[in-house]
């Protein structure tokens, strides 16, 4: 899966949540959503698929690292 929408995968297994990245990232590889020995500039990926996010206005940046899925997100 795609580092983004694996990170939008997890925000949306828990809608309304606020989840710092590391959370989300922790989440993801948990689930299998992302493998870093194949994909191995995963987290920077993931980081910057949360501020293009909160740019497009799919996800709401909330502190400094912190994240929330917008509705339709």
Not at 18 to 30: C, F, G, N, S
Not at 42 to 51: E, F, T, Y
């Amino acid at each position: 899966m795609d580092p983004g929408e694996a990170a939008l995968q997890v925000l949306r297994g828990d809608p309304g949540a606020e989840m710092h990245w590391t959370v989300i990232w922790d989440r993801a590889l948990k689930a299998g959503y992302i493998d870093p020995f194949t994909q191995p500039d995963a987290r920077d990926a993931v980081i910057a698929a949360l501020a293009t996010g909160a740019k497009a206005g799919r996800v709401e940046k909330t502190s400094k690292g912190t994240y929330r899925l917008l509705a339709g997100g």
